[in-house]
T-cell receptor, first 111, second 115 residues
Framework: QKEVEQDPGPLSVPEGAIVSLNCTYSNSAFQYFMWYRQYSRKGPELLMYTYSSGNKEDGRFTAQVDKSSKYISLFIRDSQPSDSATYLCAMSGGSARQLTFGSGTQLTVLP | DAGVIQSPRHEVTEMGQEVTLRCKPISGHNSLFWYRQTMMRGLELLIYFNNNVPIDDSGMPEDRFSAKMPNASFSTLKIQPSEPRDSAVYFC?????????????FGPGTRLLVL
């Protein structure tokens, strides 16, 4: 079993829809949780960063962490075609530098 | 800032040849990471350096892989001899620690194809 599980999709939604992306993990030592966005043929770029449990909002993006369930989510409101990308969850334990990545979910937002 | 710079962007080589991938981290960053991304295994950490010193190379697949960071502005990842299963996208990332938060900035990657 992988330490971090993520549904690879692909996920296709109409423009304006609310998108929900999720990851589960097994390592209870993880404390730092991140979401990266990766456009085709580009490197990943950090989208959201949260520490421990709770919610964090940034514009149309909301990240949720539920450590009791070992479950993290990323919500995208009013999705746009420019949001079409692969979304990778990542997490780490005591040191935020050794990241374990999910396999990524490919999202397409249709105009 | 130009961001993390990687070269070459694409590399096609034959099995058995030596391959050298290069990375220039963002100026002022003190940590550098090498990752490999494949469809089958996703994004995997190979090795990371802190202040030019290798800290954890447990992700390096085997002795054919080696990495160096001779100074704060340059790192190499070498594969010798290369094999077809090494075909992947190799990313370099750099970061700096600010309080509790450390953000890794990725380069554009090097697409390696070993024939």
């Amino acid at each position: 079993q992988k330490e971090v599980e993520q549904d690879p999709g692909p996920l296709s939604v109409p423009e304006g829809a609310i998108v929900s992306l999720n990851c589960t993990y097994s390592n209870s030592a993880f404390q730092y949780f991140m979401w990266y966005r990766q456009y085709s043929r580009k490197g990943p770029e950090l989208l959201m960063y949260t520490y421990s449990s709770g919610n964090k909002e940034d514009g149309r993006f909301t990240a949720q962490v539920d450590k009791s369930s070992k479950y993290i989510s990323l919500f995208i409101r009013d999705s746009q075609p420019s949001d079409s990308a692969t979304y990778l969850c990542a997490m780490s334990g005591g040191s935020a530098r050794q990241l374990t990545f999910g396999s990524g979910t490919q999202l397409t937002v249709l105009p | 800032d130009a961001g993390v710079i990687q070269s070459p962007r694409h590399e096609v080589t034959e099995m058995g040849q030596e391959v050298t991938l290069r990375c220039k981290p963002i100026s002022g960053h003190n940590s550098l990471f090498w990752y490999r991304q494949t469809m089958m295994r996703g994004l995997e950490l190979l090795i990371y350096f802190n202040n030019n010193v290798p800290i954890d190379d447990s992700g390096m697949p085997e002795d054919r892989f080696s990495a160096k960071m001779p100074n704060a502005s340059f790192s190499t990842l070498k594969i010798q001899p290369s094999e077809p299963r090494d075909s992947a996208v190799y990313f370099c990332a750099s970061s700096f620690l600010a309080g509790d938060q450390e953000t890794q900035y990725f380069g554009p990657g090097t697409r390696l194809l070993v024939l």
